[in-house]
């Protein structure tokens, strides 16, 4: 007989967004919290592959409003869990290059002041110019750059979620699998897993890009699929200053950022195809550096070891929006899904929302309802532009 485990709250998923919900449980006093992880060690998906940004400058409030929990709570990280998060406030600059980009950066600039985002402004082609010499910048009518924007080691982030969570009570079992959900009339009753099944009446899909499986063993139908993202990283360059923002050419979207000695280097690729590929394709080198040769000249000279680049998943949504809350028609069934590139940056806010609606059946960070799975079923789609 295997023996029979209970929880209060069962997490399927222990990357960041798992962990931040275990810690905002936790803290706000349950005390019976489990974390499923099917890998030998945390991080092993999306988490340990991000670019690790961090921002406010997004298009949508509701995006805004999370932004505006999460990164304060990245900085005084420390103070509140004993671990580095490793935010460092370098900033994000959004570089336009037509008239139509500027009208877009304004309008979202004055959404995020209005709801209470300080350090964000608009600049002039001059003052980019100023601050980085290095960017060819003939076509660069103006920008927009927040002070508060920046990066974070996502994780040491998430390790320091789950170790304040272990160590106020909650349990995490790694190298475990799970292999079905049980539902009775009342909604959830049980987790299955590999190491024996899990009663439990409260059950939080934080599976990442593997969220549509878990959420089929509830008969939920989640219309969140994979979508691979590639980072280079460069080799030692000391030409282009060190305590640059995140730099992101709006004519293409290419984007990059300091990252130990040398740069982290990114782009959306549009000729990417959904699946689970997390094999890195040696043909994006040539496409990224052609477009940071052609933003930064001296970028020219950039070398890179594609043994040492990389490839992730994103978790894509119709609406490039997360799913958050109870799943209609499945009580006790929570998702925390499809973050389209956000997961990190968001974590801190989805862990409080989270525990929040598990704990109380209502947030007041947010209007959780605009998140909600059924308003892909009512047509009310909130679509965030502002994606990198």
Known sequence: MRRMHTAEVVIIGGGIVGSS????LTAAGCKDVLVIER?????????????????????????IQMSLYSIPFYATFDERL???????????????TNEKHLEYL???????????????????????RDMFPQLRSDDIVG??????????????????????A???????WKYTQVTGIHRDPRGVAAVETSRGRVSTRKAVNAAGAWAKAIAEMAGVDLPVEPLRRMLVP????????????????????????????????????????PGYKTDFDPAFIEKVLTRAADRVPLFENLAVNPKRAWAGLYEMTPDHHPILGEAMGAPGFFLANGFSGHGVMHAPATGKILADLILTGKTDLIDASLLGLSRFAEGRTIHETAVL
């Open 234 to 273: 460069t080799e030692p360059f000391d030409q282009f200053p060190h305590s640059a923002p995140m730099i992101i050419d709006m004519s293409n979207g290419f984007h990059f950022r300091p990252e130990a000695l040398g740069f982290l280097l990114a782009w959306n690729d549009p000729e990417e195809t």
């Open 21 to 24: 919900i275990a810690y905002h």
């Open 82 to 96: 004993g671990h580095s998060a490793g935010y460092r406030p370098q900033g994000y600059l959004f570089c336009a």
């Open 106 to 128: 304004r309008t979202n600039y004055q959404k995020q002041v209005a709801m209470g985002l300080k350090g964000v402004r608009l600049i002039l082609a001059g003052e980019i």
């Open 166 to 172: 272990v160590d106020h009570g909650a349990k995490l």
């Open 39 to 63: 890998e030998t060690a945390q991080g092993k998906g999306s988490t340990g592959k991000s670019m690790g940004g961090v921002r406010a400058q997004f298009s949508t409030p509701v995006n």
């Open 143 to 164: 920008g927009s750059f927040c002070t508060t924007d920046g990066f974070v080691d996502p994780y040491s982030a998430m390790i320091g979620f789950m170790t304040w």
